[in-house]
Nanobody, 124 residues
Framework: QVQLVESGGGLVQAGGSLRVSCGAPGRTFRLSAMGWFRQAPGKEREFVAAIDWSGADTNYADSVKGRFTISRDNDKNTVYLRMNSLKPEDTAVYYC?????????????????WGQGTQVTVSS
């Protein structure tokens, strides 16, 4: 069983920034697309951002476009999500995931490994 580990969540004021990271100690996913999803209380898990295996192609949910940036460092086996201009509605548990493909995927069913999640809370 692959264990993805997220870090970097926390509490931030509206308008602030956070960067969350995700890696799998001892494992490499350099040939897999990766993504970030989030789930707020009482809501379904939703797509946030995804990046292809090389880092050359990215995709974002409309709600975060222009504010969030996904990136990856294949040498460090780590994927990042930089979140700027945070809003209270961004409050959620953020999950990283490894896709069952080298190309960008936007639906949860296309991902085979998931992290435990990291809480991001944005206060107004």
């Amino acid at each position: 069983q692959v264990q993805l580990v997220e870090s970097g969540g926390g509490l931030v004021q509206a308008g602030g920034s956070l960067r969350v990271s995700c890696g799998a100690p001892g494992r490499t996913f350099r040939l897999s697309a990766m993504g970030w999803f989030r789930q707020a209380p009482g809501k379904e898990r939703e797509f946030v951002a995804a990046i292809d295996w090389s880092g050359a192609d990215t995709n974002y949910a409309d709600s975060v476009k222009g504010r969030f940036t996904i990136s990856r460092d294949n040498d460090k086996n780590t994927v990042y999500l930089r979140m700027n201009s945070l809003k209270p509605e961004d409050t959620a548990v953020y999950y990283c995931a490894v896709a069952d493909s080298s190309r960008i995927q936007t639906i949860p069913g296309a991902y085979k490994y998931w992290g435990q999640g990291t809480q991001v809370t944005v206060s107004s």
